[in-house]
């Protein structure tokens, strides 16, 4: 007994509407980290040099390759430091 073709075309749209999903979730993955493929594996050390990337560029992906800091990049720093008068 043969399959009628009007039961394969809402099979046909909800691939389609699986494929269109998974690109455009790709496509904002992508534009989010600067055109360059997901992070995968990240430790700590990556983490904390994707920190300082984000403090010097404003990028989390970000990278300079000037040799020198951009200026106001010594007040950006993480550790927060008090000081306390006593």
């Excluded at 039961?7 to 600067?34: C, D, E, H």
């Excluded at 700590?44 to 390759?65: C, P, S, V, Y």
């Excluded at 800091?69 to 006593?86: D, I, M, Q, T």
């Amino acid at each position: 007994m043969p399959i009628p073709f009007e039961t394969l075309i809402p099979y046909g749209i909800i691939v389609a509407m699986f494929g269109v999903t998974g690109a455009g979730l790709s496509k904002i993955r992508n534009m989010q980290n600067g055109g360059k493929r997901q992070r995968r594996g990240i430790d700590q050390w990556d983490k904390q040099m994707m920190d300082r990337d984000r403090r010097m560029t404003g990028w989390l992906r970000g990278q300079l390759d000037e040799p020198a800091a951009p200026a106001g990049y010594e007040l950006n720093n993480p550790w927060r430091v008090e000081k306390r008068f006593s």
